[in-house]
T-cell receptor, first 112, second 113 residues
Framework: GAGVSQSPSNKVTEKGKDVELRCDPISGHTALYWYRQSLGQGLEFLIYFQGNSAPDKSGLPSDRFSAERTGGSVSTLTIQRTQQEDSAVYLC??????????FGPGTRLTVL | EDQVTQSPEALRLQEGESSSLNCSYTVSGLRGLFWYRQDPGKGPEFLFTLYSAGEEKEKERLKATLTKKESFLHITAPKPEDSATYLCAVQVTGDTGRRALTFGSGTRLQVQP
């Protein structure tokens, strides 16, 4: 079946611009996660959605980062006023049971 | 604070040369330990989940084991296509229920023909 998909695969933007990254989870998966993988860093948790519950935003690094999930499916991660330190690969994962997380291919963000 | 440490950072093997990757963890309470494989430019690919000490899982040339302090990923007679970065992650118990993973920094494995 179809896995997690993300778009765009690559995004180059200028410092100060806003960007939106999209994630389509596996159909039927109620849990959705965003992670960030920076060069030389491990994956770090950003935000978690579970069903209709309020999202867990405890991993967001600043208030420039926000995310929403519409209809319990597609999610959009928005970064406002991008900075060079935001350059990273942004990974989305989804889970059916809250345990095993299946990752998408990621969006590589480059902030010039 | 939950911590996951993987060693070695990098490992170069000859084809057929078996070895093990280590993942040591310090957590308040372990709900599950996960192994992923990541190829360059791709997202992590799920390999195994281990829940309790003594548990073992196998898949082809890979075998994962778990103790109360660490996990090992044993690679038997590796092939060049096993070359990748192997990531270990933990999921902790607690009242948040968020199930977010805490990852180690990975082991880059290169298998030479």
């Amino acid at each position: 079946g179809a896995g997690v998909s993300q778009s765009p695969s690559n995004k180059v933007t200028e410092k100060g611009k806003d960007v939106e990254l999209r994630c389509d989870p596996i159909s039927g998966h109620t849990a959705l996660y965003w992670y960030r993988q920076s060069l030389g860093q491990g994956l770090e948790f950003l935000i978690y959605f579970q069903g209709n519950s309020a999202p867990d935003k405890s991993g967001l690094p600043s208030d420039r980062f926000s995310a929403e999930r519409t209809g319990g499916s597609v999610s959009t991660l928005t970064i406002q006023r991008t900075q060079q330190e935001d350059s990273a690969v942004y990974l989305c994962a989804s889970s059916l049971d809250g345990d095993t997380q299946y990752f998408g291919p990621g969006t590589r963000l480059t902030v010039l | 604070e939950d911590q996951v440490t993987q060693s070695p950072e990098a490992l170069r093997l000859q084809e057929g040369e078996s070895s093990s990757l280590n993942c040591s963890y310090t957590v308040s309470g372990l709900r599950g330990l996960f192994w992923y494989r990541q190829d360059p430019g791709k997202g992590p690919e799920f390999l195994f989940t281990l829940y309790s000490a003594g548990e073992e899982k196998e898949k082809e040339r890979l075998k994962a084991t778990l103790t109360k302090k660490e996990s090992f990923l044993h690679i038997t007679a590796p092939k060049p296509e096993d070359s990748a970065t192997y990531l270990c992650a933990v999921q902790v118990t607690g009242d948040t229920g968020r199930r977010a993973l805490t990852f180690g920094s990975g082991t880059r494995l290169q298998v030479q023909p």
